[in-house]
């Protein structure tokens, strides 16, 4: 699957959120916080790694890896 242009999160029913790619770049609101889409958790738990956040971490792969392990329940 390809990804696509990075898209308003909050402008989608909560029903899509199964169908976006983990990786999918997303925004919430304004397209100035942007985040990488990483999942959902069997709770229901909408895991994305925000931009600015990982900004504040000392490694951004890591920060991601992390929760991307946390979405897929590992």
Do not use: C
Request: charged share 20%; net charge positive.
């Amino acid at each position: 699957m390809r990804y696509q242009p990075a898209f308003n999160v909050w402008a989608m029913p909560d029903a899509f959120y199964k169908h976006i790619q983990p990786g999918q770049w997303i925004y919430a609101g304004d397209k100035t916080n942007k985040g990488i889409f990483l999942g959902v958790r069997k709770s229901g738990t909408v895991v994305v790694a925000w931009y600015q956040n990982a900004k504040n971490q000392k490694s951004f792969r890591e920060y991601v890896k992390t929760l991307h392990h946390y979405a897929s329940g590992k």
